[in-house]
């Protein structure tokens, strides 16, 4: 299983910071596979931000105040995230994670991709 | 919420040694849902140990995990070069379903 994130790299305040996960080896679709989203902030730790579920059903963290937006596209095998109204705050390598059969804890992951939101 | 404190913040060894890391959570936790993750620069993240004591597929056994409760914790039998990095507990459930501590990391003495 590989994902692989792309993203922007640079995103205004107040603007939508949108991050796509690309996902080899497994069908974002196939029963029981959970898919994510994690990031790290520089000098901090590892913070959830969402996750989708095979069937398309989205959690996100409560920290993140409604902000996140997760998405996927079967046909492409990929799942992104929306995450409005950035601030300075959410500059962060944003890993994109997931399994086929797990949803409680996070087996594969990307490499990671660094969006810094300034003006 | 819950909340996971990992200590020490850095843990400073040498090759050939043996660490214990330890993750704490501010109320008792079902170890079925607890993990740990080894983050190295310029590297994705690698999940070592799920459900507090299992190792994770290619992970070597000189990697435990342990625990139950509100205390849980990570031993490397003998540290390699490789293995210096930042290492994070995870629980799941609750509210933010993910949580992960601040993380420890190895570095070398």
């Known amino acids: 299983l590989q994902m692989q994130e792309s993203g922007p790299g640079l995103v205004k305040p107040s603007e939508t910071l949108s991050v796509t996960c690309s996902v080899a080896g497994a069908s974002i679709g196939s029963i029981s596979s959970y898919w994510g989203w994690i990031r790290q902030s520089p000098g901090k730790g590892l913070e959830w931000v969402g996750s989708?579920?095979?069937?398309?059903?989205?959690y996100s963290n409560p920290s993140l105040k409604r902000r996140v937006t997760i998405s996927r596209d079967l046909s492409k095998n990929h799942f992104s995230l929306n995450l409005h109204s950035v601030t300075v705050a959410d500059t962060a390598v944003y890993f994109c994670a997931g399994d086929q059969y797990s949803s409680s804890w996070w087996v594969s992951w990307g490499q990671g991709t660094l969006v810094t939101v300034s003006s | 919420d819950i909340v996971l404190t990992q200590y020490p913040g850095t843990l400073s060894s040498s090759p050939g040694e043996r660490v214990t890391l330890a993750c704490r959570a501010s109320e008792s936790l079902s170890g079925n849902f607890v993990a740990w993750y080894q983050l190295s620069p310029g590297q994705a993240p690698r999940l070592l140990i799920y459900a507090a004591s299992r190792r994770a597929a290619g992970v070597p056994d000189k990697f435990s995990g342990s625990g139950s409760g509100t205390d849980f914790t990570l031993t490397i039998a003998r540290l390699e070069p490789e293995d210096f990095a930042v290492y994070y507990c995870q629980h799941y459930g609750g509210s933010p379903l993910f949580t992960f501590g601040q993380g420890t990391k190895v570095d070398v003495k």
């Open positions: 989708v579920f095979y069937n398309g059903s989205t």
